[in-house]
């Protein structure tokens, strides 16, 4: 990382801001140019390692991308502010947090595991709804890719009046 003063490395601040964002950008290796997709996700944290869960189709796009190669880029970026300056350009800043992360895909047929994932992914969407539990038939046809990263860095510029 260039800019080390900006790098997070508190796991309860990384923790924090992935427990806020509600979208991650998956890159996925395209046939000639790379294919970035947003999605909602579920989580959970093994110690220090993220894995993530996002539903959708058993295929498509991303599914055959993925049997291709899954080796995937995450991003996910929150809390932008403008930070002004004075009249000169130079001394504008922009405030922001953001997680990148490398790792691997894999897609997810075991029906439990399908069930575990989505309950994680609603449990983060709407922390404290209630919902009826998934039919067997749903979780058949809802295809899950778990994402589990090898490594991933955060960093952030805060605004002045957050710090």
């Given at each position: 990382m260039r800019r080390?003063?900006?790098?997070?490395?508190?796991?309860?601040?990384?923790?924090?801001?992935?427990k806020k964002t509600q979208v991650v950008r998956i890159a996925l290796n395209?046939?000639?140019?790379?294919?970035?997709?947003?999605?909602?996700?579920g989580y959970e944290w093994a110690e220090e390692k993220l894995i993530l869960f996002v539903h959708g189709a058993n295929d498509g796009k991303k599914v055959?991308?993925?049997?291709?190669?899954?080796?995937?880029?995450?991003?996910?970026?929150?809390?932008h502010k403008l930070i002004e300056g004075t009249m000169n350009a130079a001394t504008y800043s922009y405030a922001y947090q953001s997680l990148i992360g490398f790792g691997k895909a894999e897609l997810v047929d075991e029906l439990?595991?399908?069930r575990r994932a989505l309950h994680l992914l609603m449990a983060h969407a709407a922390e404290d709804a209630q919902f009826d539990e998934?039919?067997?038939?749903?979780?058949?046809?809802?295809?899950?890719?778990?994402?589990?990263?090898?490594s991933y860095t955060m960093k952030e510029n805060?605004?002045?009046?957050?710090k």
């Open positions: 080390k003063k900006r790098q997070v490395t508190d796991l309860d601040l990384i923790k924090n801001f992935v395209g046939e000639e140019y790379p294919y970035v997709v947003p999605v909602n996700f055959s991308m993925l049997q291709e190669n899954p080796k995937v880029a995450i991003e996910m970026d929150g809390n439990e595991e399908k998934i039919p067997e038939g749903m979780l058949k046809r809802t295809g899950i890719i778990k994402i589990t990263l090898a805060l605004h002045p009046e957050n």
